[in-house]
């Protein structure tokens, strides 16, 4: 017996045979897979080349939208970037000499989801405009319907539907009533004009920040209502200049090795944050305070700046130009809580009425929706919304017990912090592989995730959360109803571990 082999399953592995002894079949016979992958995005590509690098032909790719892109054809706002610096937010296998900055803007970045589509010869697997609606598991496969009424009978599926992307609108009195423009940042309205325009903005998240750099000077005024503080840690998004484009193109090793050197610095911070106590969340605190202390001028606008909490504790903002925004002229900060909106404005609890013609909703998303609302029917009629009721969980955030051979890119509970998605979503595909190929050539009809291990690592997982910085003490989108970080709370290096192969012990295997 081999076990795991060059990250494929070579001959059975032990947990297989000990489970099954002489009832799986000594040798493993290879059959074909159907697969359907949900969702365009960063991950569903990703999963597309992936699955045709290993053999795998007979797939779909299911995509809702008109056009593939994720969270990069969702979100169109102004100052629309990504604060993992481009060179490691890109497939380690197409990386892009060609990123303009450190921080590319955001239809830079969906321009190169397309390409890397294009390269791949994707465009035939890829359905568009064809939102997937139902999953029902019957006689071990998984039996899908769209919108459009489309079917499949499908061996496996990979769910790559994202994380962030149920817009949720705040609860606020008379919002409806509001007579200008309204719209959430995931909704950008781009037929109304902002320019000389009085725009509110409610929410200080890492969206609201980068529209407060991007639009400041634009508008005629802008006012920013802020609930709660941010720190937020000073980057400088320099464009590459011509040489260092023309270095980028001729070397390709020298961008290979900024993606390797990022990932570890990056891999610093994952390791911080998850240890309250660690000598490195110390250094990003006072990294954020000295920010806070050099660059904002006004020691009133400052203190009301300044949050209550440790710098980490919500999602680190990162920016290179939030505090030189929010300290220009046609900029007003207000932290007076918001009492209701009214059709000319916002009115706050001071009973000062903030005129406006335009309300920018940047209150965030659901967290927890995930594959969500789609109807999923697993083993013995289980359905997904019993299974994660009161919240979602899943065995190394890939896969849940009762649901065979449905698995999840950037599902619950996985690292998510500020690093890149799409090393995440790198990391877990190589673990899905070696599932799929139990499926393919290990005789195996159905792989799921044990409700023991799944409980046992939900449990240890609580317990670890305890440690990190995201229950010092604020409100974040991380916390579950609980107040429990719904978060990766180990290190980066043992995600790497995790999920270089399965521990088939922690799965049910149940044969052909
Ligand atoms: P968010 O971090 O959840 O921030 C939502 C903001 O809205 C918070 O400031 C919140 O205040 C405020 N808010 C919500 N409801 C409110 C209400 N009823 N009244 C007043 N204020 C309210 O959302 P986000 O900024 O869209 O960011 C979400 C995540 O997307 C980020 O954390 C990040 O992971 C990702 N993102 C990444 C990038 C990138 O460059 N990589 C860019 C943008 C977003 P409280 O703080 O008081 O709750």
């Known amino acids: 017996m081999v076990g795991p082999a060059g990250g494929r399953l070579t001959v ?26 949900i969702g365009a995005g960063m991950a569903g590509i990703l999963s597309a080349i992936k699955l045709l690098e290993d053999g795998y032909d007979d797939f ?88 459009a009424g489309h079917r499949d009978v499908v061996d496996a599926v990979i769910a790559a539907t994202g994380v962030l992307h149920h817009p949720r609108y705040p609860d606020i009195e008379g919002l409806d ?20 325009a009085r725009v509110g903005m409610i929410g200080t998240g890492s969206t609201a920040i980068q529209i407060t750099g991007a639009i400041a000077e634009r508008v005629g005024k802008l006012v920013l209502f ?70 904002v001028h006004d020691p009133e606008l400052r203190e009301r700046l300044r949050p209550s909490y440790r710098a980490a504790c919500k999602r680190l903002v990162v920016s290179p130009d939030f505090y030189d925004a929010i300290q220009h002229p046609n900029a007003e900060l207000v932290t007076e809580r918001i009492e ?3 059709p000319g404005g916002v009115r706050t609890a001071d009973g000062r009425l903030h005129e406006l013609d335009v309300l920018v909703l940047a209150t965030g998303f659901h967290a927890d929706a995930f594959m969500r609302p789609m109807h999923i029917v697993g083993r013995d009629g289980v359905t997904l919304a019993d299974a994660w009721d009161p919240r979602p969980t899943a065995y190394m955030s890939i896969a849940i017990p009762e649901f ?27 673990y899905i592989r070696q599932l799929l190929e139990q499926l393919r050539s290990g005789g195996i009809a159905e792989v799921s995730a044990t ?18 910085i995201w229950v010092t003490g604020c409100r974040s989108w991380y916390l579950d109803d609980r107040g429990v970080p719904a978060v990766w709370p180990w290190s980066f290096d043992r995600f790497r571990k995790e999920m270089a192969a399965p521990d088939l012990a922690a799965y049910e295997l149940r044969p052909r």
């Open 340 to 342: 209701k909106v009214e």
């Open 60 to 147: 779909t790719v299911y995509e809702k939208a008109d056009r593939i892109g994720g969270t990069w054809r969702e979100n169109t706002y102004p100052g629309l970037a990504c604060d993992v610096p481009s060179h490691l937010y890109s497939y380690s296998f197409a990386l892009n000499p060609g990123w303009s900055r450190r921080f590319s803007p955001g239809p830079e970045i969906q321009r190169y989801f397309e390409r890397v589509v294009d390269d791949h010869e994707l465009d035939d697997r890829i359905r568009l405009g064809d939102e997937v609606t139902s999953l029902e598991l019957r006689d071990g496969q998984w039996h899908l319907e769209t919108a």
């Open 226 to 295: 802020q609930r709660t503080a941010q720190w937020v840690l000073q980057a400088e998004n320099p464009a590459y200049s011509d040489e260092e484009l023309l270095h980028f193109r001729d070397e390709p090793e020298t961008i290979a090795a900024m993606h390797h050197d990022l990932s570890q610095a990056f891999g610093i911070f994952a390791n911080a944050v998850v240890d309250a106590d660690s000598p490195e969340i110390k250094m990003i605190e006072q990294a954020c305070l000295d920010n806070l202390e050099q660059n």
């Open 451 to 468: 409700r023991a291990a799944t409980e046992a690592q939900d449990a240890a997982r609580v317990e670890a959360a305890q440690q990190t």
């Open 177 to 196: 009533d509001f007579a200008g423009a309204c719209f959430h940042t995931a909704r950008w309205d781009h037929s109304v004009d902002i320019d000389g």
């Open 12 to 37: 059975w592995p032990a947990a297989v045979r000990s489970r099954y002894g002489a009832a799986v079949p000594g040798a493993p016979d290879h059959r074909q897979l159907r697969i359907a992958v």
């Open 404 to 430: 065979p051979n449905l698995f999840m890119l950037n599902g619950p509970n996985g690292p998510v912090g500020n690093f890149s998605l799409i090393e995440v979503a790198e990391l877990q595909f190589g």
